[in-house]
């Protein structure tokens, strides 16, 4: 991982479309701006990880379930 | 073309029928291409297959024959990824997370599935605000009406 420090109100540009901006530093929280084009997905990381392991956890399940679903008005 | 699915054997699907899902899903970022099957004799969930890969199927739902007043909006740049015209083109899909019992079951709300149902384009939209829960209990029309007789 590339690790650059930064102060208050310094960024980093990624590529041509992506700045990142340090907007505000109050004690332990860090205001962070991005701009990125749209079709750029961004999400606080532990949102996606819970969305990622949500869809794990959706995929498991026994194909008995499934035929008790068929067949079957729940 | 033939398809071997997950649970539904091999079944023929029409190819104007699949769904594209440019990033993939959370966590399958390979999977782009799904398509929705009908499960034998239950209207109310179906399996959303990749085309890709058999062992990749989920079971989804209508969240609104669970959750009636589940809405929210579609930020705009969402709206223009999937060249969405008309709100009669969208169709909402909750991923199912089935347990045993299935009284147990759970739906996401928080990142429904989007389809756009006229240009063949979707994407899993993650909602960033948390008033629709990631594990929102099935309460299932049977159980329902048997709350209301007792």
Request: glycine letters at 4%; a negative charge; one cysteine or more.
């Given at each position: 991982?590339?690790?650059?420090?930064?102060?208050?109100?310094?960024?980093?540009?990624?590529?041509?479309?992506?700045?990142?901006?340090?907007?505000?530093?109050?004690?332990?929280?860090?205001?962070?701006?991005?701009?990125?084009?749209?079709?750029?997905?961004?999400?606080?990381?532990?949102?996606?990880e819970t969305i990622q392991?949500?869809?794990?956890?959706?995929?498991?399940?026994?194909?008995?379930?499934?035929?008790?679903?068929?067949?079957?008005?729940? | 073309?033939?398809?071997?699915?997950?649970?539904?054997?091999?079944?023929?699907?029409?190819?104007?029928?699949?769904?594209?899902?440019?990033?993939?899903?959370?966590?399958?970022?390979?999977?782009?291409?799904?398509?929705?099957?009908?499960?034998?004799?239950?209207?109310?969930?179906?399996?959303?297959?990749?085309?890709?890969?058999?062992?990749?199927?989920?079971?989804?739902?209508?969240?609104?024959?669970?959750?009636?007043?589940?809405?929210?909006?579609?930020?705009?740049?969402?709206?223009?990824?999937?060249?969405?015209?008309?709100?009669?083109?969208?169709?909402?899909?909750?991923?199912?997370?089935?347990?045993?019992?299935?009284?147990?079951?759970?739906?996401?709300?928080?990142?429904?599935?989007?389809?756009?149902?006229?240009?063949?384009?979707?994407?899993?939209?993650?909602?960033?605000?948390?008033?629709?829960?990631?594990?929102?209990?099935?309460?299932?029309?049977?159980?329902?009406?048997?709350?209301?007789?007792?």
């Amino acid at each position: 991982m590339l690790v650059l420090t930064r102060k208050c109100h310094e960024g980093i540009q990624i590529g041509e479309n992506i700045e990142i901006k340090v907007l505000a530093i109050e004690g332990e929280q860090i205001k962070i701006g991005i701009d990125a084009p749209e079709d750029v997905d961004i999400h606080r990381k532990e949102v996606y990880e819970t969305i990622q392991k949500q869809n794990n956890e959706a995929l498991q399940l026994s194909a008995n379930l499934i035929h008790s679903l068929k067949n079957n008005n729940v | 073309m033939q398809l071997k699915t997950k649970y539904l054997g091999t079944v023929e699907v029409d190819p104007s029928d699949c769904i594209h899902f440019p990033a993939g899903l959370p966590g399958f970022g390979d999977e782009t291409e799904f398509v929705l099957l009908d499960l034998p004799g239950n209207p109310i969930f179906q399996i959303f297959q990749s085309t890709k890969t058999t062992a990749i199927a989920f079971v989804v739902t209508n969240p609104h024959y669970f959750y009636q007043d589940y809405t929210f909006t579609l930020e705009d740049h969402i709206v223009k990824s999937l060249a969405i015209e008309h709100e009669r083109d969208v169709v909402v899909l909750s991923i199912v997370t089935l347990k045993d019992p299935f009284e147990k079951s759970t739906l996401n709300l928080q990142a429904p599935v989007i389809i756009n149902s006229r240009t063949k384009m979707g994407r899993q939209y993650i909602l960033n605000d948390d008033a629709f829960p990631i594990r929102a209990p099935i309460a299932t029309v049977a159980t329902q009406s048997e709350k209301g007789e007792a």
